[in-house]
């Protein structure tokens, strides 16, 4: 299976910034879109950042001019740099991938979301 391994929450004061990290696992895939979520405490989950093979991006709205979303193809990894931080912006955050993965012998190939199990970040004075 792919394996997403995210990194960087923590606690930060309003006006600070984090940057978050997510590392998929070497697998015979290729990744394709690029994303982080977030769900916040009594809230439903939603797109924050989202970036193409290609490196076309698109945010929420709430976060345009203060976050910024980067990927290493080689690495096969994204990043979310996250500035002037809110205390609304206080949530778990997911990275999803969307990929292409090698399922057989004869290299055929079926399309997958793969999920990280999320990291905390609060921001508070």
């Known amino acids: 299976q792919v394996q997403l391994v995210e990194s960087g929450g923590g606690l930060v004061q309003p006006g600070g910034s984090l940057r978050l990290s997510c590392t998929a696992s070497r697998s015979r895939f290729r990744i394709n879109d690029m994303a982080w979520y977030r769900q916040a405490p009594g809230k439903e989950r939603e797109m924050v950042a989202r970036?193409?093979?290609?490196?076309?991006?698109n945010y929420q709205e709430s976060v345009k001019g203060r976050f910024s979303i980067s990927r290493d193809n080689y690495q096969n990894t994204v990043w979310l740099q996250m500035n002037s931080l809110k205390p609304e912006d206080t949530a778990v955050y997911y990275c999803?991938?969307?990929?292409?993965?090698?399922?057989?012998?004869?290299?055929?190939?079926?399309?997958?979301?793969?999920w990280g199990s999320g990291t905390l970040v609060t921001v508070s004075a």
């Open positions: 999803k991938v969307d990929a292409t993965l090698v399922v057989n012998v004869e290299g055929a190939t079926v399309a997958k979301e793969y």
């Open positions: 970036i193409t093979s290609g490196g076309s991006t």
